[in-house]
C-alpha cells in the first residue's frame, strides 16, 4: 500500500513567525503532488498542485518545493498569521483511477499570539 | 459562487438504518468523489464517479451505495451493513480528467451513531 508520511504531527509556532512542514513518499509511480488545508470542521481546500517536472510553487505566503527523486515534498509558510491554524494536508498522485489519490494524515499547526 | 454544498452538516444514525448523504455541485465538473476521514487517519475513498450514470468503488466502498443520474448530484447511502460509520464524510469534485486538476471539496457532514 502506498504510504505518505507527514511530520511533524503538530506543531506550535508564534504569530509572525515562518515554519516548513515535511512530506515523504514511499512508493511509485509518481504524476502529481498536492497541498491542501483542512480548517477544523471544514473540508480541505488546495494550495498547490506539482507536477515531476516542478521543483517550487507559491501561492501568497505558502511555498512547496518537491524533489521527485528522494520522494519528498515541503511547505514552508512564510509570516504565519493565526488564520494559518488548521491542518496540512499532503496528497501525493499516482495519476490512476479517481486521480489515483494517496492522502497523508496532517499536520496540525497552531499559531500562537 | 461556485462550489459544493454537502447536507446535511450533522445526521445521526439508528441502528439499522440507511441514511443518504446529500452532495450538489454548480461547478459544471464532470468528476464526483466521496471520501471518508476519521480522526489521526488520512482521507480515504469511498466511491468515485467519472460521468452520469457510471460511478466505480474506492479502496472502502463496502456498505455503502452511490447514484449519478445528474451531473450536479451524487449522493452517498450510508446502509447498515456499515458497522462503523461514524466519521466525517467529504464530498469533492474535479473537472475534466484530461490534464491534472485540483479536488475541490464540500464542508462535509458529521455522522454519528445514536
Known amino acids: 500500500k502506498n504510504q505518505v508520511e507527514q511530520s511533524p504531527q503538530s506543531l506550535i509556532i508564534l504569530e509572525g513567525k515562518n515554519c516548513t512542514l515535511q512530506?515523504?513518499?514511499?512508493?511509485?509511480?509518481?504524476?502529481?503532488l498536492r497541498w491542501y488545508k483542512q480548517d477544523t470542521g471544514r473540508g480541505p481546500v488546495s494550495l498547490t498542485i506539482?507536477?515531476?517536472?516542478?521543483n517550487t510553487k507559491s501561492n501568497g505566503r505558502y511555498t512547496a518545493t518537491l524533489d521527485a527523486d528522494t520522494k519528498q515534498s515541503s511547505l514552508h509558510i512564510t509570516a504565519s498569521q493565526l488564520s494559518d491554524s488548521a491542518s496540512y494536508i499532503c496528497v501525493w498522485g499516482s495519476g490512476g483511477g479517481a486521480d489515483g489519490l494517496t492522502f497523508g494524515k496532517g499536520t496540525h499547526l497552531i499559531i500562537q499570539p | 459562487d461556485g462550489g459544493i454544498t454537502q447536507s446535511p452538516k450533522y445526521l445521526f444514525r439508528k441502528e439499522g438504518q440507511n441514511v443518504t448523504l446529500s452532495c450538489e455541485q454548480n461547478l459544471n465538473h464532470d468528476a464526483m468523489y466521496w471520501y471518508r476521514q476519521d480522526p489521526g487517519q488520512g482521507l480515504r475513498l469511498i466511491y468515485y464517479s467519472q460521468i452520469v450514470n457510471d460511478f466505480q468503488k474506492g479502496d472502502i466502498a463496502e456498505g455503502y451505495s452511490v447514484s449519478r443520474e445528474k451531473k450536479e448530484s451524487f449522493p452517498l447511502t450510508v446502509t447498515s451493513a456499515q458497522k462503523n460509520p461514524t466519521a466525517f464524510y467529504l464530498c469533492?469534485?474535479?473537472?475534466?480528467?484530461?490534464?491534472?486538476?485540483?479536488?475541490?471539496f464540500g464542508d462535509g457532514t458529521r455522522l454519528s451513531i445514536l
Open positions: 469533492a469534485s474535479s473537472a475534466d480528467r484530461g490534464r491534472i486538476q485540483p479536488q475541490h
Open positions: 512530506c515523504n513518499y514511499t512508493v511509485s509511480p509518481f504524476s502529481n
Open positions: 506539482m507536477t515531476f517536472s516542478e
